[in-house]
């Protein structure tokens, strides 16, 4: 079941938490991350449809991030409790965090002030790695925030500084451009160039493309 949030120009905010995976790191390691699916109106959101995956602990990363750029001003909606016996093959603990995490992001995306805020936007529109993130939202990288909203439909990128300037040229800040509309080419280009450079840097996470639209269902 979906939930709009509103504001005075009456745009809809529709969020989804859902279809839970097991993700492994090795043979000791692994954990659960879950599709986070967005469809608005809002002109605060670059895209107005995006899919991404996000695990637990980059919740409570953008939980702590909000919550200090808001000087507390503001206070925030809690994240499901972390519990010490959660089990990845518990299907009712998977299914309560899943609704907790959705409930979080509802309430968040209910308070304008927070909408100007990088790190949401880059939380819930990109595949970048929370040290990515960070580093983008501090103005740190060489793709602004929307560039790195606006491409973030490609597979997976390896730019060295001639590719980066590329993109910084070819995706402006209010138009997709047409390496974010036909990814399959950019990714053959960006083949040839990892194989000239080995300063790469990586702008989505866990390889998940993007697909054109959501359903509307829950998980």
């Not at 938490?17 to 043979?27: E, H, L, M, S």
């Not at 160039?193 to 080995?198: L, V």
Request: aromatic share 8%.
């Amino acid at each position: 079941m979906s939930k709009g949030a509103k504001n005075s120009e009456n745009p809809v905010i529709s969020v989804w938490v859902r279809d839970p995976r097991i993700q492994r790191n090795d043979f000791w390691h692994a954990y659960i991350d879950y599709e986070i699916c967005l469809h608005t109106n809002s002109v605060f959101f670059t895209r107005k449809m995006s899919r991404v995956r996000r695990r637990y602990s980059e919740f409570v990363w953008l939980r702590q991030k909000l919550l200090a750029n808001s000087l507390l001003l503001l206070e925030l909606p809690k994240l499901p409790p972390k519990n010490p016996f959660f089990s990845m093959n518990n299907a009712q603990q998977i299914s309560e965090r899943m609704k907790g995490l959705q409930t979080f992001l509802e309430q968040i995306l209910q308070r304008p002030l927070l909408m100007s805020e990088s790190c949401l936007h880059l939380f819930l529109q990109t595949q970048l790695k929370v040290s990515k993130m960070e580093a983008c939202a501090a103005g740190k990288t060489h793709y602004s925030v929307a560039q790195a909203i606006q491409c973030s439909g490609l597979r997976r990128f390896h730019f060295g500084d001639d590719s980066e300037e590329k993109l910084r040229m070819a995706c402006d800040s209010d138009t997709d451009c047409s390496e974010c509309r036909n990814p399959e080419s950019q990714i053959t280009d960006v083949a040839e160039i990892k194989t000239e450079n080995k300063a790469s840097l990586d702008l989505t996470g866990t390889g998940q493309e993007q697909r054109a639209g959501c359903s509307s269902a829950s998980a």
